[in-house]
């Protein structure tokens, strides 16, 4: 990955269909990270350029969209390119209840402290889900249902 700053920890780029109010949130605790939302050389820009700035910028990207992102993931592999990581938001419906941001802030900064090292994400996709989500998946596997809905 190139350009870097004199930051340590771990770096992130907020999809544009998430809050800039999450980024300016985590700012505040000490993380590093931006919105697509707050640059304007961002918005409206295709996912393929998105990724590729957040992998020029050792950033990895905190999206929503699945299915737009794990394919520039695969094709990223398939070249031989390195990327600054993936955050899967479970699903919009997890996060799009009342106080979504407020959950979304402390889920991000929780995972980012739990993965101090600047390229603790690097290469690599995590799934981030919210806490009642993560309830829910396991109430229903106790009672043997093998894919939570």
């Given at each position: ?59 990895a990207v ?44 402390a889920a ?26 993560a309830e ?14």
């Open positions: 990955m190139a350009s870097r700053s004199s930051h340590d920890g771990v770096r992130l780029l907020l999809d544009e269909h998430i809050s800039p109010t999450a980024a300016i949130e985590l700012r505040r605790m000490g993380h590093d990270v931006i919105a697509v939302a707050e640059r304007h050389d961002l918005r409206g820009r295709p996912d393929v350029e998105i990724f590729a700035e957040a992998a020029l910028g050792g950033r905190v999206t929503f969209d699945v299915g737009d992102y794990l394919p520039l993931v695969h094709r990223s592999i398939q070249l031989g390119h390195r990327h600054g990581g993936l955050i899967l938001l479970s699903s919009t419906r997890s996060w799009s209840k009342g106080e979504a941001t407020g959950r979304l802030v991000l900064a929780k995972l980012m402290q739990s993965c101090p090292a600047d390229d603790a994400f690097s290469d690599r996709v995590e799934w981030l889900q919210t806490a009642d989500h829910r998946s396991s109430a229903q596997l106790d009672k043997g249902s093998r894919y939570p809905a």
